[in-house]
């Protein structure tokens, strides 16, 4: 699996947009970016993934650049409940092996 | 959505006991599920690979004696620490793996082990 490189941390206030970047510049062809999260004392909870063309669920939206190299989270209007950890993952799409979580950024959202 | 469930949350027990956590998907066959650990303020460590019907696979480090895990059904497996120390105190975690299309894996909430 390819490295990804996030912030340790960010904040983010109420209300606002929180953007989280990640960057994975060796990327092969066919690997897609993977993002989870994980609240504080629970298991992680999947967000989102995508190829090379942005994706958007109920959860966020997922903004990956032309040459794939880095891809930005969205997380549209923040509330408190998002604060967590925040882990990107580069992978084969359903390759069958485990999830390699980096150290993932922590967003802290602020009232 | 898949729901993973665990089984218990939180466990406290004496030092050389043994413990076994039971890990459910709810709503799905899962073929594959894996095992990892967390310690406080750090990332989620892969312990082992559990497939139905098959032996685990463990990560380096991790000893197969200690860490038993049974995958007897599509929707059971069970982690059993033998003989606890408290350096084996940790988040516990399990996830699923549908196996079909573009299904990604899916997490439990999480099993607290505190070894006195």
């Known amino acids: 699996d390819a490295k990804t490189t996030q912030p340790p941390s960010m904040d983010c206030a109420e209300g606002r947009a929180a953007n989280l970047p990640c960057n994975h510049s060796t990327i092969s062809g066919n690997e897609y970016v993977y993002w989870y999260r994980q609240i504080h004392s629970q298991g992680p909870q999947y967000i989102i993934h995508?190829?090379?063309n942005n994706e958007t669920n109920e959860m966020a939206s997922l903004i990956i650049t032309e040459d794939r190299k880095s891809s930005t989270l969205i997380l549209p209007h923040a509330t408190l409940r998002d604060t967590a950890v925040y882990y990107c993952?580069?992978?084969?799409?359903?390759?069958?092996?485990?999830?390699?979580f980096g150290k993932g950024t922590s967003l802290l959202v602020t009232p | 959505g898949a729901v993973v469930s665990q089984h218990p949350s939180r466990v406290i027990c004496k030092s050389g006991t043994s413990v076994k956590i039971e890990c459910r998907s709810l709503?799905?066959?899962?073929?594959?599920m894996f095992w990892y650990r967390q310690f406080p303020k750090k990332s989620l460590m892969l312990m082992a690979t559990s497939n139905e019907g098959s032996k685990a696979t463990y990560e380096q480090g991790v000893e197969k004696d200690k860490f038993l895990i049974n995958h007897a059904s599509l929707t059971l497996s069970t982690l059993t620490v033998t003989s606890a120390h408290p350096e084996d105190s940790s988040f516990y975690i399990c996830?699923?793996?549908?196996?079909?299309?573009?299904?990604?894996?899916?997490f439990g909430p999480g099993t607290r082990l505190l070894v006195l």
């Open positions: 996830s699923a793996r549908p196996g079909r299309g573009q299904e990604t894996q899916y």
């Open positions: 709503d799905f066959q899962a073929t594959t």
């Open positions: 993952i580069v992978r084969v799409l359903d390759s069958g092996y485990a999830l390699n």
């Open positions: 995508g190829l090379k």
